[in-house]
């Protein structure tokens, strides 16, 4: 990651800070404060893209205890208050945002704090969405909380993995889908990955496609599916973190890709290279396939392999993990 610092010559205040970069700043942008970690599903705050009817969507966070933080009340979803410090049931402002640059017309003074001077004035006017999200927080604003966060997030950036089949468990398995016209989603398919996504597990898809071998397609049909598929998760706030795919066939008919090959289940070695790749905690971490060969590869490789008949993937999920993970040591 490439980092640009914009230096105040004097303190501008938190929006002020803004405003100083503004030549940089697309129509829509992250706004997150430096000193906050906050794991959640930041891709949660995407779906309020379809619609113009706000200028910032803030990401709440659910279940913070202690008395120094300011809390904040929400009306459906939209924030309609903020109440001063104090411990209560309600979320707290995770400082993340994401910012309709139209924003940048309400800050009209030096120094402006986004905090006291622009969020409340965008509340009232009905222009604050808010998403409340369970997810360990820590405000690294406090000497106890910075070393908190020294030993803490290597933890929490542990995490487990779920490993989906993909046809017959995302999409149908119709027979060597590889156009987006051919795939018809499993019900609760895009859902489901939301709810891996929300839970704080990686998710991977990791799928046989012996249609290259066999000369059906390439593997650039295979990307720009899966690319594809990507796309439309998003829209949904959902994302696949990997996918792994294996090409070869021992009876395929291109000879590049005729071989055996221990990444095609039941070999593990998809799921084995994610595991390395990823550096991922096996415990907790498990399979979804409608096959033997996906559950023989899960055996493989140490995971728990769960078999999926079709109906909701959703509800068949939500059985597995019933809720975000807990970690150890946060809030
Ligand atoms: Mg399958």
Redesign the pocket.
């Known amino acids: 990651m490439k980092v640009e610092v914009a230096v105040e010559a004097e303190p501008a205040g938190t929006a002020g800070a803004l405003a100083l970069s503004a030549d940089r700043l697309d129509d829509v942008f992250l706004l997150a404060n430096g000193d906050s970690f906050f794991d959640f599903n930041w891709l949660s705050l995407v779906p309020a893209l379809a619609r113009d009817d706000w200028t910032m969507h803030a990401a709440l966070a659910r279940g913070v205890r202690g008395g120094r933080y300011g809390r904040v009340e929400l009306a459906g979803e939209r924030i309609s208050r903020f109440l001063p410090k104090g411990e209560s049931g309600l979320p707290i402002n995770a400082g993340i945002y994401l910012v309709r640059r139209r924003l940048l017309e309400r800050i009209r003074t030096a120094p402006c704090s986004l905090e006291n001077d622009i969020l409340p004035t965008l509340a009232a006017d009905g222009e604050l969405l808010g998403h409340s999200a369970e997810g360990a927080f820590i405000d690294i604003g406090v000497p106890e909380d910075f070393e908190r966060a020294q030993l803490a997030l290597p933890a929490f950036l542990r995490r487990p993995a779920v490993f989906l089949?993909?046809?017959?468990?995302l999409n149908h398995?119709d027979g060597y889908v590889h156009r987006p016209d051919q795939v018809r989603w499993v019900d609760g398919a895009i859902a489901a990955v939301r709810w891996l996504n929300d839970a704080g597990y990686y998710v991977f898809v990791v799928t046989n496609q012996a249609g290259v071998a066999r000369g059906y397609y390439g593997e650039m049909d295979v990307r720009a599916l899966h690319d594809w598929m990507q796309g439309e998760l998003h829209r949904a706030g959902a994302h696949i973190d990997a996918f792994e795919y294996c090409p070869y066939h021992p009876e395929g008919t291109v000879e590049t890709y005729r071989r055996t090959s221990d990444f095609r289940k039941p070999g593990p070695g998809m799921i084995l290279k994610l595991k390395g790749d990823w550096g991922i905690d096996e415990a907790g971490s498990f399979l979804i396939?409608?096959?033997d060969s996906?559950l023989q590869a899960a055996a493989g490789a140490g995971i728990a392999g769960h078999l999926f008949n079709g109906g909701n993937l959703l509800n068949f999920v939500r059985k597995l993990v019933p809720a975000r993970r807990r970690i150890p040591g946060s809030d």
């Open positions: 089949d993909r046809d017959g468990v398995d396939g409608d096959r996906d």
